[in-house]
């Protein structure tokens, strides 16, 4: 018999970080520093898929004990 599914770690918290970063606005209103020619609006989108795949993966490693 499978236990009921809980979503109540707390690490799940730290899936709001890749939602919450990219909607701060005043993080894009910058053309420097610029990384290999690209103004700070492009590779900042770069950097903000790195922030959620880290992210879901952190939080998938923390969680992931739980279930079986």
Not at 16 to 24: A, D, E, K, R
Not at 34 to 41: D, V
Not at 60 to 67: F, I, P, Q, V
């Amino acid at each position: 018999m499978d236990r009921p599914r809980t979503d109540k770690s707390p690490w799940n918290w730290l899936l709001l970080i890749p939602i919450v970063v990219p909607l701060l606005t005043f993080l894009y209103n910058a053309d420097e520093p610029r990384i290999a020619g690209f103004p700070k609006f492009y590779w900042l989108q770069f950097a903000f898929i790195l922030l959620g795949v880290g992210t879901t993966t952190l939080v998938y490693r923390m969680t992931k004990g739980g279930r079986r």
